[in-house]
């Protein structure tokens, strides 16, 4: 099992520029999650899903988007990118019979 | 108020020291109580889980939840040079949607 993958590593984005996140999970997990950290802070729920075709808004949703057309991928769209965007981007899966989310390695944005 | 306190630290101690964390919460519907612990440039990943209020206890390491107080505390024993990461603790109403504490960031040295 490769568990959550997230791509890419690191992206640097021009203010106004759009880009998508990818998350994907091999584990047939129900549950994905978006979270953004800031430095120096926790992390804060963008958007979640609980099954293909459904999503709901975290904490911190405006400015981004999502879709979740398949059980194992949760793309993250940022359209127009702002400077308050730079953070990293952590993809989160759980089976939904247990509380333990298992995160993907992350993605450093820099929007300049 | 925020949703939930921690103290970002920095937190040093010496190899061996016994190491208390803490949160404050403000929510008194939170039944999900849990502690993440993130190494540098990793996703966190779950150390402790405790539903409701009571001790739970994992080798080196013992949550606490008191609702009470709204506060809860992970103490690791016999601390390593390993244990060296940001802690995070998590909570949720429901166990799904999860608030995140800022993290305390600690250090062991040997």
């Known amino acids: 099992n490769a568990g959550v993958t997230q791509t890419p590593k690191f992206r640097i984005l021009k203010i106004g520029q759009s880009m998508t996140l990818q998350c994907a999970q091999d584990m047939n997990h129900n549950y994905m999650y978006w979270y953004r950290q800031d430095p120096g802070m926790g992390l804060k729920l963008i958007y979640y899903s609980v099954g293909a075709g459904i999503t709901d808004k975290g904490e911190v949703p405006n400015g981004y988007n999502v879709s979740r057309s398949t059980t194992e991928d949760f793309p993250l769209r940022l359209e127009l990118a702002a400077p308050s965007q730079t953070s990293v981007y952590f993809c989160?899966?759980?089976?939904?019979?247990?509380?333990?989310?298992?995160f993907g390695p992350g993605t450093r944005l820099t929007v300049t | 108020q925020k949703e939930v306190e921690q103290d970002p630290g920095p937190l040093s101690v010496p190899e061996g020291a016994i190491v208390s964390l803490n949160c404050t919460y403000s929510?008194?519907?939170?039944?999900?109580f849990m502690w993440y612990r993130q190494y540098s440039r990793k996703g966190p990943e779950l150390l402790m889980y405790t539903y409701s209020s009571g001790n739970k206890e994992d080798g080196r390491f013992t949550a606490q939840v008191d609702k009470s107080s709204k506060y809860i505390s992970l103490f690791i024993r016999d601390s390593q040079p390993s244990d060296s990461a940001t802690y995070l603790c998590a909570m949720s109403e429901t166990g799904t949607a999860l608030i995140f504490g800022k993290g305390t960031t600690l250090s062991v040295s040997s």
């Open positions: 929510n008194s519907a939170f039944q999900y």
């Open positions: 989160a899966s759980n089976p939904g019979t247990s509380y333990e989310q298992y």
